[in-house]
């Protein structure tokens, strides 16, 4: 078989570039007679990855020098906790907005260790919808306010950063991460699991502002310490070297093509034409409040429900593959990020109006 | 270059089958037209992978069917914090037996949660024997008893399991884990980072005793609740799918080849001719207790230390590379692991011997 075009949430498409170079390199990185998953973390060769993975990373997303870069593990769903246990502070109140599944999830995990107060919910739409910011209730005391920018399941995104005043934004960028370009500045800490935008499930990316590390509860783990681990370089124990390779080999990619002002416009086009296409069919529809439609995660649904399974069982047999919905959801769910080629998109759009001409 | 003969502690060298084979499937696994590291975890060809990687480890530990395999992230020093987290189960005590660098961090780790117990240490020694059994202070009222089965650092390592009575005994079995056959039913849970002898960096295998776990301490990261994650298969979040496939190629390789019981064989020859070859020398030395040598890490001096950076020099032209001893010993390190090939240890021998007769 040929190689598919795959609209899996996560983890998802790499470039295929990326994965030629990674198989060239298998059994010997770059004349060192080692595979990179062979290779000591401290050692020459890998720490040279590790640097330039973290410039590169840099470069791309404009990182101010008073933010730490940190690779981790755990998962988006492992920092559900860590952030709690570093930004706390002393404190014991957070604020969290609510605009979905996995806003939820990382409300109940917080749980464990502060009062969470919800200031805001889109549970009123069914989470079709991001409340207005003007009716935010934040808390005078939180020490930080979480939020997730784009909510893979349901399809609903934030296209602007949200104004919080002094309150250190906290944003779960698991699904957007790389895909536009972003000013950090206005972020205390930014996090995503790699398994979408980023590079292979595995490892996880913190961008912390330094001011706000250094003081989490006595009883974090030494590996979900993040002064600790910003001060051994994220090697504090063995990190997931390969992951952070081929992440490394990802963001080089992003650089030679245009970084993310290029990537942004070719997602935005991506999005448009696929959201297009939904709209303009009396077949597939898709419920989102067309302000906070993901360019990331475009779920849909088919005007006859039974036709389902006919409509991914042929889709897969054009190469168009995991297109089938959230359970939660149901339906369709294309996940477009980053590695989906234009062309897939297209191929996409001409099979589902072929599929509707014949089954309408 | 050619493929080297790497002697790094961890990551260490893997199977060049293996690598062979990882590097022919990457960018169509099977005919699914995807690499691994781009399948959802939730789909049935990755779920194919997992349940495999699982059923071959059980076999070839002979892992009883009352033992939870839980694949997770964040490395044995994550599972610091984790086993007491899960294990303490409402008491506030646990026993610990301090071997050396790895049993220090375990132990200032479990401080965080609990009061530790250091049954028995080997620092009178200055950890180059370890502790009689019949000295060890046991508690009465330990949670569990740890133990570090091998310490990388100093190559020092249990030749048997110890007798602890009812108490729950955990192992950390980073260096040693796959290395030979092991009665999974002496213990109430076993743990390993992977970068030794099951995979790449990044996936942390835990074995536990079911009527152990269910019993975290509610602020237990979900993550490493261990129970929540055996409920889940391990995918209570995204595992680090391209690792587990790696380990399951490990895991068939270690098949083919014979299983533990070969492995055992190959890795005692491997380690006893390399040690023969030190004390048969008046040039190198090993100080650890011949009871308590390690087969997987054999550190040695050599009798002029003026000529360690020559010995390294001369010994990476040869294809035999990281065999600088760890900072805190200093010397030489050769670590022989399962996928270090016994010509490998043969070459290194030979080097040794040349070098010996060039400059003793």
């Not at 920018?149 to 698991?174: C, K, R, W, Y």
Request: with cysteine; hydrophobic share 40%.
């Amino acid at each position: 078989m040929s190689r598919v075009y795959n609209f899996s949430a996560g983890p998802a498409m790499l470039p295929e570039e990326v994965l030629c170079q990674a198989r060239d390199e298998m059994l010997d990185w770059q004349g060192s007679g080692m595979c990179v998953m062979e290779m000591s973390h401290r050692g020459k060769e890998f720490v040279s990855i590790a640097e330039q993975a973290e410039a590169d990373l840099r470069e791309l997303m404009g990182i101010p020098d008073n933010y730490k870069v940190l690779f981790l593990q755990g998962g988006a769903t492992g920092m559900f906790s860590a952030i709690p246990l570093n930004l706390l502070r002393g404190r014991n109140k957070a604020d969290y907005i609510n605009t979905g599944a996995w806003s939820k999830k990382a409300i109940a995990e917080a749980k464990k260790y502060c009062e969470v107060n919800v200031a805001a919910s889109g549970e009123a739409s069914d989470f079709m919808s991001i409340p207005a910011r003007s009716g935010w209730q934040l808390s005078d005391d939180a020490a930080y306010l979480h939020y997730t920018p784009n909510e893979t399941i349901s399809g609903v995104e934030f296209h602007a950063v949200p104004e919080v005043g002094d309150t250190p934004l906290v944003a779960d960028m698991s699904s957007t991460i790389l895909s536009r370009p972003v000013d950090v500045s206005r972020f205390g800490l930014i996090y995503a699991g790699a398994q979408k935008n980023i590079g292979p499930a595995g490892i996880t990316l913190v961008i912390v502002r330094e001011d706000l590390i250094g003081e989490a509860r006595p009883d974090t783990a030494m590996v979900w310490d993040f002064a600790k681990q910003a001060g051994a370089d994220s090697m504090l124990n063995t990190p997931p070297t390969y992951a952070l390779y081929i992440a490394g080999l990802v963001f080089q990619w992003l650089k030679r093509h245009g970084g993310l002002e290029a990537m942004g416009e070719i997602n935005r086009r991506k999005a448009e034409k696929l959201y297009r296409a939904i709209d303009d069919s009396p077949f597939y529809s898709n419920p989102v409040d067309p302000d906070c439609r993901s360019w990331m995660n475009v779920p849909f649904v088919l005007a006859k429900p039974e036709l389902d399974a006919t409509f991914l069982d042929e889709a897969k047999r054009q190469g168009l593959t995991t297109l089938k919905g959230h359970r939660s959801v149901g339906g369709m769910r294309a996940s477009i990020y980053n590695a989906m080629p234009e062309a897939g998109v297209d191929k996409l759009i001409e099979f589902m109006q072929d599929f509707e001409r014949r089954n309408a």
